[in-house]
């Protein structure tokens, strides 16, 4: 996930990154199911088809030693979902990381952004 | 840059990044440049083309106060390239807060790690 700084004018975001157990989208798929009880709702908002987030949810669910998301009905249905206490664990672990990550290194990163141009190119990939 | 760790098993790295002015690969890139005094080097090494490697360096140059990398024969040619006291601080800069952030987190690293299964699904995009 984004630690992106409050800061104004911040461009630097710091991301834990994975491949396979968690990382950005996936925490974001745990925060959008913590909220909306369903895969489908948290995938939809953000802009995922219903597929790609059960996906990503299946990946998850096989990286960890529980799964971190149970479905009422199971399976590949578009039942209920609700993350299992594993899953709060794992969520709640991701953000702290990020919070504490972006704020041991808030000096340097300052220092970093005051080396930048006032007014930066427009983002590209 | 990845810090990732260097604990077997560890499949979490911390990643800063910015659209525009300094990432993973564009730090590369100046480490590249640092060691080969080649922007086509550097790029090559990274199994990238000559272009490519150009296009990274020149957004980073554009999105600094002053150009990170200089080159001795200017613009687009394939003279030999050198890192900038700018750059130079830049990239320090860069690679200590990669090391920074990986140890604020290592306990919360370590628990996430903890609650990962032994044999993981081969990493996927």
Do not use: C
């Not at 990382?23 to 995938?43: Q, V, W, Y």
């Not at 704020?103 to 220092?111: D, S, T």
């Amino acid at each position: 996930m984004k630690a992106g700084s409050k800061t104004k004018g911040a461009r630097l975001r710091i991301v834990l990154e994975e491949d396979g157990a968690i990382g950005p989208g996936k925490a974001d798929i745990l925060d959008g199911i913590r909220e909306t009880g369903s895969i489908a709702a948290a995938g939809r908002r953000m802009g995922m088809s219903y597929k790609r987030a059960w996906s990503l949810v299946e990946r998850m669910n096989r990286a960890f030693r529980e799964p971190l998301v149970s479905t009422s009905r199971g399976g590949h249905s578009k039942g209920g979902a609700a993350l299992t206490g594993t899953g709060e664990q794992v969520l709640a672990l991701y953000r702290r990381i990020e919070t504490e990550a972006e704020r041991a290194v808030e000096p340097e990163l300052g220092a970093l952004r005051g080396l930048m141009a006032a007014d930066p190119p427009p983002p590209t990939k």
